[in-house]
């Protein structure tokens, strides 16, 4: 190759060119040339290679090569193809100045800048896989694919600057490391997020699409997304709220997706009756009871029934042969302390549905029927009276 410049360089001086000028031209030619070569070989492995490896990952049942070979990873590694070119062949066309040697040094940044996007590209490939794996797409990874991105992107440009002031990296980092309570101090929420990232991982304490509630924070809503420095939050009204991870780790939270996974929504609601209509049922009420198919397994006292305890008795086995209602789970109709608003009947049990829209269905639909069935058995639900009730007394 150097004869060959060197006959190049003999012709023109030979039509008169100077010498100066004649470096130049074959400087500029030997560049176009390599650039040229570089760009060739960017097309043949764009339009050529990717499609034939695009065809041979579609044909394979395995999914991660669709991530790893997919569009962005073999257009990075294009674009790496041609600074690696124009690096192998510079050394073989010019000879050995500063000038050669400043475009060895731009040809090695561009290098290292492509390699940094396409390690970063895989991660984010990994990312996405992980996305569709069955034990992993439900834990929040995102944060820990950011510190990776953001370890790559230091330690090359670590390297970056490194050449660009001729030093060794080992004594950039000896430097850096003199400014670490600064860089703490500058990087303090993504140190802590990055951790807290991790214990949140490891303790399963928190997937994307969980319901949470932090009242400190005013979130109360599903998890969006769980990041390097923050979480966000997509309240019931559709505002986001963004809360940083530390603060998940260190404050309390509630996670109600226990009541997603056991399929169960708590409903925990009393009524309150009028002491004044608890009393003794008559012969003929109990007989017109026995009739029911409700008072199958009453267990009779031996004497006389009072009417809120058969009450009981009766919203319980409705409550259990009511099909909205989860019968699996924890089922009571209990006695609360006596207030001066009368006599609290709770009542304790799960719903089958864990959408909002028919738990609050359901919830209606029961107490409806338990105020409408009252009277059945002597019992009036307790109520302050108010200015028209004291009227019609007087």
């Known amino acids: 190759m150097g004869v060959m410049m060197d006959k190049l360089a003999g012709w023109l001086q030979h039509l008169g060119m100077s010498e100066d000028m004649t470096t130049l031209l074959l400087r500029l030619g030997a560049i176009l040339a390599i650039l040229v070569v570089a760009f060739v070989i960017d097309r043949i492995c764009r339009k050529l290679i990717i499609p034939v490896v695009r065809r041979i990952t579609a044909k394979t049942e395995f999914r991660w090569d669709d991530y790893l070979l997919g569009n962005d990873v073999l257009n990075d590694l294009c674009r790496l193809l041609a600074p690696v ?5 510079l050394p073989a066309i010019l000879p050995e100045d500063a000038f050669m040697i400043f475009m060895m ?12 996007k396409l390690i970063c590209t895989i991660i984010s490939s990994l990312y996405a896989m992980s996305g569709e794996h069955e034990k992993l797409k439900d834990h929040s990874l995102k944060g820990f694919y950011q510190m990776l991105k953001l370890v790559v992107i230091c330690v090359g440009s670590i390297i970056i600057i490194s050449m660009l002031i001729d030093r060794n990296p ?4 000896t430097g850096l490391g003199a400014g670490t309570a ?11 997020g990055f951790v807290a990232g991790i214990q949140l991982i490891a303790n399963d304490m928190l997937r994307p699409g969980d319901w949470i509630t932090m009242q400190k924070y005013g979130a109360d809503g599903l998890v969006l997304e769980v990041t390097l420095t923050t ?16 603060a998940l780790v260190n404050d309390s939270f509630q996670n109600w997706r226990g009541m997603f996974d056991n399929g169960g929504r708590r409903v925990k609601r009393s009524v309150n009756i009028d002491m004044n209509t608890v009393r003794f ?18 267990e009779e006292t031996g004497r006389e029934e009072v009417n809120l305890y058969i009450f009981r008795h ?7 042969h009511n099909p909205k209602v989860n019968s699996d789970m924890i089922l ?25 829209l028919k738990y609050e269905h359901l919830q209606a639909e029961v107490f409806d029927h338990i105020l409408a069935m009252l009277h059945t058995f002597g019992l009036k639900v307790f109520q302050s009276p108010s200015g028209t009730d004291l009227h019609l007394r007087s």
């Open 85 to 89: 070119v124009v690096y192998v062949l």
């Open 314 to 320: 009766y919203v319980e086995y409705y409550l259990r």
């Open 182 to 192: 600064v860089l703490m101090l500058v990087f303090q929420d993504t140190i802590k």
């Open 231 to 246: 979480v966000k939050v997509q309240n019931w009204d559709k505002t986001i709220i963004t809360v940083p991870p530390y």
């Open 170 to 173: 080992g004594a950039i980092l």
């Open 332 to 356: 009571a109709v209990r006695q609360l302390q006596p207030t001066a608003q009368g006599m609290p009947i709770e009542l304790y049990f799960f719903s089958a549905d864990t959408v909002w």
């Open 105 to 116: 040094k731009v040809c090695r940044i561009y290098i290292i800048i492509v390699c940094m």
């Open 281 to 298: 049922c008559t012969s003929e009420e109990m007989d017109r009871f026995r009739q029911q198919p409700w008072m199958e397994g009453f």
